[in-house]
């Protein structure tokens, strides 16, 4: 079974700092790989995604992520965090049978002033 | 083009009744997958439809149930409702044939069981 685990539960950092929100994964078979972000009272934003190709996946509202193979990593980043960027932060990964996202516990990320 | 809606956005019920929520997907895509999500739980998948057929379920018992329309509108139904299902229902929709396609999610419906 595909499954995702996102080590930590909260991610604090200043504002103008690297935000670095972790996943790891586990598949049989290609891993497709997803961020998103939850706001409060919300749904759930599409950021990015890995499919195949190259290891630095750039999505929206200026975040990327790198996807390591040996590590089994897909970690979120970005360079210089803004105070609206503190939200839940999701990693998921496409089951390879059927159609379904498995989903981390999520990530709540605070960016102070 | 228009994103995913979900209607209602907030419902209160009683233990014992039941519910309906519906889920309007993004116009041309087929596929509409349902979740729940809970602060204990996080987010669990409950069932898929596409082209008004349930391709995949979650694990959830069989109170929770679903339809799909010609027209790719989705509802969820929950009968028999208990304390436990109060939560945020997500619905999300994708055009469906592919695996590396993009789930859009609603905004949610928060459901609140007294």
């Known amino acids: 079974a595909q499954s995702v685990a996102q080590p930590e539960d909260q991610v604090n950092v200043a504002e103008g700092n690297p935000l670095t929100v972790k996943c790891t994964y586990s598949?049989?078979?290609?891993?497709?790989l997803f961020w998103y972000v939850q706001y409060p009272n919300r749904g759930l934003q599409f950021l990015l995604k890995?499919?195949?190709?190259?290891?630095l996946v750039k999505g929206s509202y200026g975040f990327e992520a790198e996807f390591n193979k040996s590590q089994t990593s897909f970690h979120l980043k970005k360079p210089s965090a803004l105070v609206s960027d503190s939200a839940l932060y999701f990693c998921?990964?496409?089951?390879?049978?059927?159609?379904?996202?498995?989903f981390g516990a999520g990530t709540t990320v605070t960016v102070r002033a | 083009k228009a994103g995913v809606t979900q209607t209602p956005r907030y419902l209160i019920k009683t233990r014992g009744q039941q519910v309906t929520l519906s889920c309007s997907p993004i116009?041309?895509?087929?596929?509409v997958s349902w979740y729940q999500q809970t602060p204990g739980q996080g987010l669990q998948f409950l069932f898929e439809?596409?082209?008004?057929?349930?391709?995949n379920k979650g694990n959830f018992p069989g109170r929770f149930s679903g339809r799909q329309f010609s027209n790719s509108r989705s509802e969820m139904n929950v009968s028999t409702l208990e304390l436990g299902d109060s939560a945020l229902y997500l619905c999300?929709?994708?055009?469906?044939?592919?695996?590396?396609?993009?789930?859009?999610f609603g905004p949610g419906t928060r459901l609140t069981v007294l």
């Open positions: 999300a929709s994708s055009l469906g044939t592919i695996r590396t396609d993009t789930q859009y």
């Open positions: 598949v049989s078979g290609n891993p497709y």
């Open positions: 890995y499919i195949t190709g190259d290891n």
């Open positions: 998921a990964v496409r089951d390879t049978i059927n159609y379904k996202l498995s």
């Open positions: 116009s041309g895509h087929r596929s």
């Open positions: 439809y596409f082209s008004e057929t349930q391709r």
